[in-house]
């Protein structure tokens, strides 16, 4: 079955780059998300990969993509606290319908 | 702002009642999702629907029930609830091949 797992927690100080990490255990994955959650609101889709690319940019945005360890991994540049939230990776297994699992979310702090 | 209205923001209600939770889709996306967040939980899957079908079932209770519309509103019905059932309930639409959008959420207590 599909499992997504992600660190509980990551603390970095503003202007440093972040990195989260996410692992998935299905290979036959098709497109694999970051959604980020700020307090008391809901996902927000923050970018996306396919799983037939290895990197993608998107301003202070990178997401690397290795399919033989199953590892994704977002990185943000020059933290800011605008960007303290919880960071969700999510899984989008193929087929005729979306079925998408989500990890447990990793809760970012950005420290001034 | 994903497009996806929930309503309503907050619910408070008591033990052994039931509720409804109402959730529009983005314009023009045909699949309605349905999660609980909880904070011992994580996100948890629930049930989608797609064109008025349903179409995979997560972990659902059978104390709730959902149904689309056939203007692809949707509703999650609550019944016989439980302290334990306390979360944040969030709804999602995509088009057939597109990427899940979140709405706003309903936060309901159980007192």
């Known amino acids: 079955g599909e499992d997504v797992e992600q660190s509980l927690f990551l603390s970095v100080r503003e202007g440093d780059s972040s990195v989260i990490n996410c692992t998935y255990t299905?290979?036959?994955?098709?497109?694999l998300y970051w959604y980020k959650q700020e307090p008391g609101a809901g996902l927000q889709l923050l970018t996306y990969?396919?799983?037939?690319?290895d990197m993608k940019q998107d301003q202070r945005l990178t997401v690397l993509l290795n399919k033989k360890d199953k590892h994704l991994s977002l990185r943000i540049a020059d933290t800011q606290t605008g960007d303290s939230a919880i960071y969700f990776c999510?899984?989008?297994?193929?087929?005729?319908?979306?079925?998408?699992?989500f990890g447990t979310g990793t809760k970012l702090q950005v420290i001034p | 702002d994903s497009g996806v209205t929930q309503t309503p923001k907050h619910l408070i209600t008591a033990t052994g009642q039931r509720v409804t939770l109402r959730c529009s889709p983005r314009?023009?996306?045909?699949?309605v999702y349905w999660y609980q967040q909880s904070l011992d939980q994580g996100l948890q899957f629930l049930i989608q629907?797609?064109?008025?079908?349903?179409?995979a079932k997560g972990n659902i209770l059978e104390r709730f029930s959902a149904q689309q519309f056939p203007d692809l509103h949707s509703e999650l019905n609550l019944s016989s609830l439980e302290l334990g059932d306390s979360a944040l309930y969030f709804c999602?639409?995509?088009?057939?091949?597109?990427?899940?959008?979140f709405g706003p959420g309903t936060r309901l207590t159980v007192l």
């Open positions: 999602a639409s995509s088009s057939y091949t597109d990427t899940q959008y």
């Open positions: 299905d290979s036959s994955s098709t497109y």
């Open positions: 990969i396919f799983s037939n690319m």
């Open positions: 999510a899984e989008r297994a193929p087929g005729g319908y979306q079925k998408v699992t």
């Open positions: 314009s023009g996306d045909l699949s």
């Open positions: 629907y797609y064109n008025g079908e349903e179409r």
